[in-house]
């Protein structure tokens, strides 16, 4: 039976946690982690990764799979020495609910003016604001992939006037979606809250600017444009989120993903009285689901069965 090894890098990544969690469901799995000198290369199949470390796979010559142990697969695919084997992502409810959970709140929070009711009970200021319907303020998905199509379903539920974009054409029930970048400036002109499910890839890169953002509907029922970034860091450009919030292209941002993680001390943004900062944990990768999920993957991969969710690495995601 071919050998687990799990290589794992950078914060809140507990590769003694996973390793637990995979022996609790295959005690006659051998399961590694990087490094561990008594690991035999030869007899390792299976890479279970999050950031490994350069030029990792190319020790281990019957390598069979590789799992990316997050949905987001920029961390590998960058890699020239990738061997040319089949690359898995993770897709998981348990992943899924978390983002939509990150997705619900912000939007909501957003809608129901939260910040500024914080702000009044600091000065103990007893007033209330207009309050829109949810059925009157339009939010877009950028990326209408398995986190996104989730998000703006649930949503569409609460009563929202729904959007999605995606690079390739899609029907969604109740949703109205855009694709291609001719499909763009008419998504973002109907666009009150952006939020942002996009993989990074060469295409994506910096794609949040100035420009874009400038393109968000202002004059909807919120009275201003709204940013929530989940996607990754690398989409947005953070000196221009910060000249949209002086411009007041963009009324807030809720921002869990950065260029540059953790983010700088000395960054504006921590400071800034419209943005909303998480650390890169809007759905959070749970040994406790996601172990389970990989062993089945490769449960079935060892029966003959196709691998599920294999990244198609000419799109990049
Ligand atoms: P998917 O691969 O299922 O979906 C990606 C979506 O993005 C698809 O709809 C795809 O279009 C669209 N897309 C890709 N490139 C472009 C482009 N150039 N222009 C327009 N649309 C594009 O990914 P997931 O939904 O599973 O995950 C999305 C991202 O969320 C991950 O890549 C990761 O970066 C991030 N993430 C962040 C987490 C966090 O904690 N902050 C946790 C988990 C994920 P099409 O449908 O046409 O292919
Ligand atoms: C992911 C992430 O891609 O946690 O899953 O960012």
Redesign the pocket.
């Known amino acids: 039976m071919s050998a687990i090894l799990l290589a794992m890098t950078g914060a809140g990544w507990d590769p003694a946690e996973w390793q637990a969690r995979f022996l609790a469901l295959a005690p006659r799995r051998e399961v590694r982690i990087w490094p561990d000198r008594a690991c035999n290369p030869a007899e390792v199949g299976y890479v279970c990764t999050w950031k490994p470390p350069p030029g990792l796979f190319a020790q281990f010559p019957h390598l069979k799979a590789i799992f990316s142990l ?5 961390h590998l695919i960058g890699d020239p020495l990738l061997p040319a084997v089949p690359l898995v ?1 993770v ?1 998981d409810r348990d ?1 899924t609910a978390r ?1 939509s959970e ?1 997705v619900v709140l912000h939007v909501l929070l957003h809608h129901r003016r939260l910040r500024l009711y914080r702000a009044q009970q600091r000065e103990k200021i007893w007033h209330e604001h207009a309050q829109p319907a949810a059925s009157e303020v339009a939010v877009g998905i ?7 199509r989730e998000a703006a379903e649930l949503l569409a539920r609460i009563g929202f006037r729904m959007a999605g ?4 054409e ?1 029907s969604l029930a109740g949703i109205e979606t855009f ?1 291609g970048k001719n499909g763009l400036d008419a998504f973002l002109a109907r666009t009150e809250i952006l939020v942002c ?5 060469p ?2 890169e910096g794609i949040l600017n100035l420009a874009l953002l400038r393109k968000l509907k202002r004059d909807g029922a919120l009275g201003g444009a709204y940013l929530i970034n ?3 860091g690398m989409l947005q450009v953070d000196a221009d989120i910060l000249a949209a919030l002086e411009e007041s292209s963009l009324a807030g941002a809720s921002l ?2 950065f260029p540059t993680e953790p983010l700088p001390r000395e960054s504006p943004l921590w400071n800034h009285p419209n943005v909303i900062i998480t650390p ?5 990768s749970d040994p406790r689901a996601l172990a389970r999920n990989v062993l089945t993957q490769i449960e079935r991969f060892e029966r003959g069965l196709p691998l599920e969710h294999v990244v198609d690495r000419t ?1 990049g ?1």
Do not use: E, W
């Open positions: 997050g949905a987001g697969v920029d992502r897709v992943l983002m990150y950028l990326g209408l992939g398995v986190l996104g974009f995606s690079r390739t899609k694709h499910l996009l993989p990074h890839t295409a994506t989940a996607g990754r869990d993903v890169h944990n809007a759905a959070v799109a995601y």
